[in-house]
């Protein structure tokens, strides 16, 4: 298992990409996310020949020929996608329109659309393309096939030091490079850890991730609380970068020491109070 976080060869004009519009609705009305279309910048891109991304025909998208279903979320589904020209895997993230009713989950949605346009590094999931069609927005994204880190955790009982050793390098490699965007992840946990075919780390789902700017301390209690720091629980403000390093502590705990994951958050959650998983109505802040 390599366990170098190497560099990666992004080849477009600024790491500041599009930003999506995000359109504020009165609930009785329905949502209205408006995002581009068009490819994103990406060292993968190739160059095809012109088709409307909208063109669909038994299970194919676009470029794209949908498989089976490998991920079901709160908006949607994650299907397995193959490249018709390439025959590269990619996992498409289907998200439902009618199930996007707040105003805070359209917010939510068009904010990680917006991140994943923005950070480019070799242990953050990429987004290759966005497709949107009347009642569905497909997030064409890069495949992990190794899983879950949880669940690498949960077969191996504990991870060897050596590897865990690797995995946390590139954690901490993509976290950095997250923060030098000021952008805070705030739901850093094993499920939230992909391992692609080389078994290399891909953090992903950027659902509960904001903005800041320097020396700003953030409010909202949100994440999982067997992973969240003692600020946050607590209901106090908190320096968003010590809020995922606080998180990939616990990470690094859970794999080198607890033998099974289950006990561990029992254990976390009796020395816990609870906190607010997501809030309901308000923006994430």
């Not at 895997?89 to 009618?98: F, P």
């Not at 096939?145 to 590897?163: A, N, T, W």
């Not at 968003?240 to 994951?261: E, K, T, Y």
Request: aromatic share 6%.
């Amino acid at each position: 298992m390599a366990c170098m976080a190497s560099p990666v060869a992004i080849r477009h004009p600024s790491p500041v990409l599009t930003m999506v519009n995000v359109v504020t609705v009165p609930k009785s009305q329905a949502p209205q996310i408006h995002v581009p279309v068009s490819p994103v910048p990406s060292a993968r891109s190739t160059a095809l020949p012109q088709r409307s991304p909208h063109a669909m025909s038994n299970k194919t998208l676009g470029h794209y020929i949908l498989g089976k279903t490998i991920g079901e979320g709160t908006f949607g589904k994650v299907k397995l996608g193959r490249h018709i020209l390439t025959g590269e895997r990619v996992a498409v993230k289907v998200l439902e329109k009618d199930r996007i009713q707040e105003v805070a989950d359209i917010e939510r949605v068009a904010r990680e659309v917006q991140l994943l346009k923005l950070i480019r590094h070799p242990h953050v999931v990429q987004l290759f393309e966005i497709i949107e069609t009347k009642g569905q927005l497909y997030l064409i994204m890069e495949y992990a096939s190794g899983g879950e880190l949880f669940d690498y955790i949960v077969q191996h009982q504990r991870v060897p030091e050596v590897d865990a050793c690797c995995f946390f390098h590139q954690i901490i490699a993509g976290v950095e490079k997250i923060h030098q965007l000021n952008v805070v992840h705030r739901d850093l946990k094993p499920e939230n850890l992909l391992l692609d075919e080389h078994k290399c780390i891909k953090i992903v789902d950027f659902g509960l991730s904001n903005r800041f700017e320097p020396n700003q301390l953030l409010k909202t209690a949100c994440g999982s609380p067997c992973y969240a720091p003692p600020e946050m629980v607590s209901g106090q403000s908190y320096v968003p970068q010590m809020c995922d390093l606080w998180s990939c502590g616990v990470i690094l705990f859970a794999m080198v020491v607890a033998l099974r994951i289950p006990t561990l958050r029992h254990f976390i959650r009796r020395s816990s109070p609870p906190t607010t998983a997501r809030p309901p109505s308000s923006a994430i802040r």
